[in-house]
């Protein structure tokens, strides 16, 4: 009797798994956003979510991106491509920031900065600068591997975009630009040397170029040497109104010529911004960089480029003034043959005892905040609020990702176990401005009230729109929001009726970054036996 038992629960165990697994799969979009049109075409941008100063290598028959995480950890993104349009999110370079005394507390804005990815002698390399430290070096022999703990190579502040060359001649350089929030100077370009291995770099700086009078707000290098020439590839005229200069000199030290190649034009692509020349085994050129879309942060396209008389020229050049202007669709690049499309992880059924790559705390994260498991749920705990926090823009142990597009809806199922009066949790879309579904016990019952906060890094106090008492402990949470960032939310008690809930809401990008979505517990003051949440799944489709 009792085998059995056991083997009718076991068939039921398996049929009802089998049944989620079906609804889980036909429950979400496989991605928000595809640029890979299908067709051999693309429709720019290739990433369209929030990757910063995006830099690129290609490796063999593989191309690899990094870009800016500011104070979000796991930092230093590593994505990895056959085709330079399809993307995939495999590793980070940093598991935590240092000093972690300072970082162990949330940062907004500071942290990792433009990075540089380079590949030599069989290892991969990030620079990445810290505009209150220095500029840091990471390294590793796989990109899906382990990277080493970061090296301070070069110590100030305000130093920043940092890019390195090994010469042909056996000589290292490091070339970087300034941050005037720190340094006190900007919009110069200055190059020194280092030592073979580039751990160490040397206080002989020379400058190479000085962009006041044509270049303004000049950042962002990248070095490149072809054909005899020295080639920085930089932005200037600043983030969201610049455009991108080309550099070149027979001579690391200069002097330099410089030449606009590539600016808005009459496309609708602001900036455009910070990147990297990359070259297919074809002998293609291509030019990957950001455009600033104010909420959802800076977001990836991809550039065909060429070169005339020595210079490059990136994008189409539709009037012949020998500036090149960003395309909307394009050919897929040649790379030999063709590879499926990849969609990128947004939703999450947290059916693994590990977080999915999309997710990142605000600080370094702590062993008591949360535990993937294999229970089909992540259990995130409610730690104490910062004693000083006023909102949410202070606590670091917000569970989040980017917002994957300008429309999405993303659903989730919670699981509330609380153990006291005053313990809360919740469902959030975040950034200067941020809007809590947020889930809190009082006098031993639940309460689901919306909660927004105007100017949350001034320091204002949330708000509360509207509140309803939940009959159970388990309750669904969503948001829809549309292109120009307004946001709705309703929840469900049954998974099957969804009823509005407070008032809409305008999202509205972070420090340096954009507008995230995700999950937070706490509480106030210390316990030995805090509550908890249990994120059952979050799913995202179109709209």
């Given at each position: 009797m009792k085998m059995k038992k056991n083997s009718i629960y076991f068939l039921c165990f398996f049929f009802s798994s089998f049944l989620f697994g079906q609804e889980s799969a036909d429950s979400f979009s496989k991605s928000?956003?595809?640029?890979?049109?299908?067709?051999?075409?693309?429709?720019?941008?290739?990433?369209?979510?929030?990757?910063?100063?995006?830099?690129?290598?290609?490796?063999?028959?593989?191309?690899?991106?990094?870009?800016?995480?500011?104070?979000?950890?796991?930092?230093?993104?590593?994505?990895?491509?056959?085709?330079?349009?399809?993307?995939?999110?495999?590793?980070y370079g940093l598991k935590k920031q240092i000093p972690s005394n300072f970082y162990n507390k949330a940062q907004h804005g500071k942290g990792v900065w433009a990075p540089c990815i380079r590949y030599h002698n069989k290892e991969f390399y990030i620079y990445y600068p810290d505009p209150d430290y220095g500029i840091y070096m990471i390294k590793?022999?796989?990109?899906?591997?382990?990277?080493?703990?970061?090296?301070?190579?070069?110590?100030?502040?305000?130093l920043i975009d940092p890019t390195p060359l090994w010469d042909d001649d056996g000589k290292t350089y490091l070339v970087y630009a300034f941050a005037g929030s720190r340094a006190g100077i900007k919009s110069v370009l200055v190059g020194c040397t280092m030592n073979a291995e580039g751990t160490v770099a040397n206080?002989?700086?020379v400058l190479l170029f000085d962009g006041h009078q044509d270049e303004p707000t000049l950042e962002g290098p990248k070095i490149y040497k072809k054909n005899g020439y020295y080639y920085i590839f930089a932005?200037?005229?600043?983030?969201?109104?610049?455009?991108?200069?080309?550099?070149?000199?027979?001579?690391?030290?200069?002097?330099?010529?410089?030449?606009?190649?590539?600016?808005?034009?009459?496309?609708?692509?602001?900036?455009?911004h910070q990147g990297a020349w990359i070259q297919?085994?074809?002998?293609?050129?291509?030019?990957?960089?950001?455009?600033?879309?104010?909420?959802?942060?800076?977001?990836?396209?991809?550039?065909?480029?060429?070169?005339?008389?020595?210079?490059p020229i990136i994008g189409i050049d539709t009037n012949g003034d020998g500036i090149g202007e960003?395309?909307?669709?394009?050919?897929?690049?040649?790379?030999?043959?063709?590879?499926?499309?990849?969609?990128?992880?947004?939703?999450?059924?947290?059916?693994?005892?590990?977080?999915?790559?999309?997710?990142?705390?605000?600080?370094n994260?702590?062993?008591?905040?949360?535990?993937?498991?294999?229970?089909?749920?992540?259990?995130?705990?409610?730690?104490?609020?910062?004693?000083?926090?006023?909102?949410?823009?202070?606590?670091?142990?917000?569970?989040?990702?980017?917002?994957?597009?300008?429309?999405f809806t993303a659903t989730t199922k919670l699981n509330v176990n609380f153990n006291f009066d005053e313990e809360e949790a919740g469902f959030l879309v975040m950034g200067l401005d941020y809007c809590l579904l947020r889930i809190k016990q009082t006098e031993s019952k639940l309460y689901l009230s919306q909660m927004i906060c105007l100017n949350a890094d001034k320091n204002q106090a949330e708000s509360e729109a509207a509140t309803v008492l939940l009959k159970g402990n388990i309750v669904y949470l969503q948001v829809k929001a549309?292109?120009?960032?307004?946001?709705?939310?309703?929840?469900?008690?049954?998974?099957?009726?969804?009823?509005?809930?407070?008032?809409?809401?305008?999202?509205?990008?972070?420090?340096?970054?954009?507008?995230?979505?995700?999950?937070?517990?706490?509480?106030?003051?210390?316990?030995?036996?805090?509550?908890?949440?249990?994120?059952d799944w979050i799913r995202f489709n179109k709209i």
């Amino acid at each position: 009797m009792k085998m059995k038992k056991n083997s009718i629960y076991f068939l039921c165990f398996f049929f009802s798994s089998f049944l989620f697994g079906q609804e889980s799969a036909d429950s979400f979009s496989k991605s928000v956003w595809v640029s890979d049109n299908g067709d051999g075409t693309y429709t720019n941008p290739i990433i369209n979510a929030d990757y910063s100063d995006p830099d690129v290598i290609r490796v063999g028959d593989k191309f690899y991106m990094t870009a800016s995480s500011f104070n979000c950890i796991p930092g230093l993104p590593i994505l990895e491509s056959n085709d330079l349009v399809n993307w995939k999110l495999i590793n980070y370079g940093l598991k935590k920031q240092i000093p972690s005394n300072f970082y162990n507390k949330a940062q907004h804005g500071k942290g990792v900065w433009a990075p540089c990815i380079r590949y030599h002698n069989k290892e991969f390399y990030i620079y990445y600068p810290d505009p209150d430290y220095g500029i840091y070096m990471i390294k590793s022999t796989k990109a899906e591997g382990q990277w080493s703990e970061p090296i301070l190579v070069k110590k100030g502040k305000g130093l920043i975009d940092p890019t390195p060359l090994w010469d042909d001649d056996g000589k290292t350089y490091l070339v970087y630009a300034f941050a005037g929030s720190r340094a006190g100077i900007k919009s110069v370009l200055v190059g020194c040397t280092m030592n073979a291995e580039g751990t160490v770099a040397n206080n002989d700086e020379v400058l190479l170029f000085d962009g006041h009078q044509d270049e303004p707000t000049l950042e962002g290098p990248k070095i490149y040497k072809k054909n005899g020439y020295y080639y920085i590839f930089a932005p200037a005229g600043g983030v969201a109104t610049g455009w991108q200069t080309a550099f070149r000199s027979k001579n690391i030290y200069g002097p330099y010529e410089n030449k606009k190649v590539l600016d808005q034009g009459a496309s609708k692509v602001n900036g455009p911004h910070q990147g990297a020349w990359i070259q297919t085994k074809s002998g293609e050129d291509w030019f990957i960089h950001f455009q600033d879309k104010g909420i959802i942060g800076r977001v990836v396209h991809l550039q065909p480029m060429k070169w005339i008389n020595d210079w490059p020229i990136i994008g189409i050049d539709t009037n012949g003034d020998g500036i090149g202007e960003p395309v909307s669709t394009y050919k897929k690049p040649n790379v030999g043959k063709s590879y499926p499309v990849v969609y990128q992880k947004e939703s999450d059924e947290f059916s693994k005892p590990k977080l999915d790559l999309q997710w990142q705390w605000h600080a370094n994260p702590q062993i008591n905040w949360g535990f993937p498991s294999s229970y089909g749920y992540y259990m995130l705990n409610c730690i104490p609020k910062p004693k000083k926090a006023v909102n949410l823009f202070d606590v670091p142990n917000l569970l989040l990702q980017k917002f994957p597009s300008e429309e999405f809806t993303a659903t989730t199922k919670l699981n509330v176990n609380f153990n006291f009066d005053e313990e809360e949790a919740g469902f959030l879309v975040m950034g200067l401005d941020y809007c809590l579904l947020r889930i809190k016990q009082t006098e031993s019952k639940l309460y689901l009230s919306q909660m927004i906060c105007l100017n949350a890094d001034k320091n204002q106090a949330e708000s509360e729109a509207a509140t309803v008492l939940l009959k159970g402990n388990i309750v669904y949470l969503q948001v829809k929001a549309l292109a120009d960032g307004i946001c709705t939310f309703l929840y469900s008690e049954d998974g099957t009726d969804f009823k509005n809930i407070g008032i809409p809401f305008k999202a509205r990008e972070g420090k340096w970054i954009g507008s995230k979505v995700g999950f937070v517990a706490q509480r106030n003051g210390f316990i030995n036996n805090a509550g908890n949440v249990k994120i059952d799944w979050i799913r995202f489709n179109k709209i």
